[in-house]
């Protein structure tokens, strides 16, 4: 290694950086690496979720070793008008199940924990503490930023997990139940049965701003867990406040951000869904290609990474669109039409959106027909900008 710290540092412990992390210990073990995370634990405290249908077999096999609960039977949905139930498999891990694994599965001295990074470069970075890690490449993975170059909305949300007195009786996640009073955006909540007696309660919004009120969310928690008959002792938490990308200059945006030689990923790196916010099914693919150019040197990864992040950006075009429509056509307390028009679809199509592989029949039957909002407010919406986003997160990861 010519006397440097290790091949390879990711700074951020989340779930863009554990995953690569994890990727190299297991298909390059070969290649030293540190993941650098400023918290006591890697991976935060979130919970991120999947659609079997979003990983491909490589990616099953990359988070194998961490531990999950699987829905083999499927999730539902459920709006004012209908009841949904879909049949794709879905999954789910918390953050400790993140942390859990790379403690197990990275080597010893892997992962530096309280280490927070006051400067970054190309051939490594320097800690508060004054200590230097030197890398032959080094990946940012610090997660989103506040910019003037993206534009769009917020989702706002705050998540419950919660152990009940008495079984709750939810056989299968409850993906969107939108019959919830619509409150200041699309309002939705999101419910994880985890065992038997445990389960996850999220209060979610699309809203025009990022304010979080943690009083009125929990409230709304209370009220939603009373109406189900769901009493017990509260577990754990978790707040978000996450970009839904509209419009922007991505290479402007790219340009903001960007240290010399120094490879971008998660939502820094615009490796995100732009509707949904999710990025796991982007961080697992980002991770297996991080692990397949291992060896190259930090500047080659870093410009092999940005081009990646230039084509992920021209491909989820219309999922932009889409958000534009979202927020720009559809009165808030009316938002809630335009998913409840969208789960009608067949089943393929909502897998494939989900997923970011949407083909151009699947676009084409989304936008035709009768549209959930005014087409007039539609058609303004197209060529209207929404405010950029340049407030920070209070918290931000994904899910």
Known sequence: MSGRTCDIAIVGGGLSGGLIALALAQLRPDVSL??????????????????????????????????????????????????RQLSTPYSSIASQ??????????????????????????????????????????????????????????QVFMGRHLRCATPHGIARPIIMDARVEQLGGYRFVYVLPLSAHELFVEDTYYQDTPELDRSALSSRIDAYCRQHAWDGDILGFETGVLPVITSGNAAR?????????????????????????????????????????????GDQLAAKM???????????????????????????????NVFQRFYRMPEPLIERFYAGKSTLADKARVLVGKPPVPITRALAALTSSRPALETPPHESDVK
């Open 34 to 83: 540190r993941l650098i995370e400023a918290g006591d634990t890697p991976g935060g405290n979130h919970r991120w979720s999947w659609f079997d249908s979003d990983l491909t077999d490589a990616g099953k096999a990359l988070v194998r070793p961490i531990r999950k609960t699987t829905w083999e039977d499927g999730n539902h949905v459920a709006f004012p008008a209908y009841r």
């Open 97 to 154: 199940d993140l942390a859990a694994a790379l403690q197990r599965e990275l080597p010893e001295g892997a992962i530096m924990l309280r280490s927070r990074v006051t400067e970054i470069r190309g051939d490594g970075v320097t800690l508060a503490s004054g200590e230097q890690v030197t890398a032959r490449t080094v990946i940012d993975a610090r997660g989103a930023v506040s910019t003037p170059h993206l534009a769009g909305g917020w």
């Open 253 to 297: 945006y790219l340009d903001s951000v960007r240290t010399e030689g120094v490879a971008m990923v998660g939502a820094r790196g615009l490796f995100t869904h732009p509707l949904t916010s999710y990025t796991l099914p982007f961080a697992v693919e980002t991770a297996l290609a991080i692990a397949e150019d291992a060896d190259l040197p």
């Open 306 to 336: 940005e081009a990646r992040a230039r084509r992920h950006w021209a491909a989820t075009g219309f999922y932009r669109l889409l958000g534009n429509m979202l927020f720009g056509a559809a009165r808030p307390d009316k938002r809630v």
